[in-house]
């Protein structure tokens, strides 16, 4: 038998079992449960939202800064959006996502969109959490006064009503073979969101 040949077979099983591993880690990272976890760092047009939880609670100055804020155009909204990650126990393999491009949904309107440019690795039955930077103007998507922009705000940032937020996201994984990127993208919410 040629030498060729040789190589040949001997490097059919190698390839065919990193095909499988890859395929493996494929479907470990299609089992793994997002979710959105928490909101910190918020603000509204430099008005922090911590410990407020409604209008009312604002001062005279933050109303007014609000109103400037409407009349020159400009609401802009800051949070850190934590999206959890889960790898459930029965995976054996670690899933690790080395990018995400996702989109921010409030109200089922679609907002603003970025790539999260980061290295997570989540381990079976274990929990990872990571940032997603948002950065909004509530007057380029909702119309509305103050008083609603800042309600809609609140309820974004976990501290208002619920309000009806998600993230559509398309994670990648590294594998073997290089990286793979979800064939569609998912959508995470949340019942519960807050600080």
Same mark, same amino acid.
């Given at each position: 038998?040629?030498?060729?040949?040789?190589?040949?077979?001997?490097?059919?099983?190698?390839?065919?079992?990193?095909?499988?591993?890859?395929?493996?880690?494929?479907?470990?990272?299609?089992?793994?449960?997002?979710?959105?976890?928490?909101?910190?760092?918020?603000?509204?047009?430099?008005?922090?939202?911590?410990?407020?939880?409604?209008? @009312?609670?604002?001062?005279?100055?933050?109303?007014?800064?609000?109103?400037?804020?409407?009349?020159?155009?400009?609401?802009?909204?800051?949070?850190?959006?934590?999206?959890?990650?889960?790898?459930?126990?029965?995976?054996?393999?670690?899933?690790?996502?080395?990018?995400?491009?996702?989109?921010?949904?409030?109200?089922?309107?679609?907002?603003?969109?970025?790539?999260?440019?980061?290295?997570?690795?989540?381990?079976?039955? @274990?929990?990872?959490?990571?940032?997603?930077?948002?950065?909004?103007?509530?007057?380029?998507?909702?119309?509305?006064?103050?008083?609603?922009?800042?309600?809609?705000?609140?309820?974004?940032?976990?501290?208002?009503?619920?309000?009806?937020?998600?993230?559509?996201?398309?994670?990648?994984?590294?594998?073997?073979?290089?990286?793979?990127?979800?064939?569609?993208?998912?959508?995470?919410?949340?019942?519960?969101?807050?600080?």
């Amino acid at each position: 038998m040629k030498p060729s040949r040789w190589i040949y077979l001997l490097l059919v099983p190698i390839l065919l079992s990193s095909g499988c591993q890859t395929l493996q880690q494929v479907a470990n990272l299609r089992k793994l449960n997002f979710a959105l976890d928490r909101v910190a760092d918020a603000e509204l047009a430099g008005i922090e939202l911590s410990g407020i939880r409604s209008y @009312e609670d604002l001062s005279a100055s933050d109303v007014a800064r609000l109103g400037v804020a409407l009349a020159d155009g400009d609401m802009p909204l800051t949070f850190d959006l934590f999206v959890a990650a889960e790898n459930p126990e029965e995976n054996n393999v670690s899933a690790r996502m080395v990018q995400m491009d996702w989109t921010f949904l409030m109200e089922d309107k679609e907002t603003i969109s970025g790539n999260l440019e980061e290295n997570f690795v989540v381990s079976p039955g @274990e929990t990872q959490d990571f940032p997603v930077r948002i950065e909004l103007d509530l007057v380029d998507f909702f119309d509305g006064n103050a008083r609603n922009l800042f309600d809609l705000a609140l309820a974004a940032a976990g501290s208002g009503e619920p309000q009806n937020v998600a993230l559509e996201a398309q994670p990648t994984i590294e594998t073997e073979l290089g990286p793979i990127e979800y064939p569609n993208p998912i959508t995470i919410t949340s019942r519960d969101l807050g600080d």
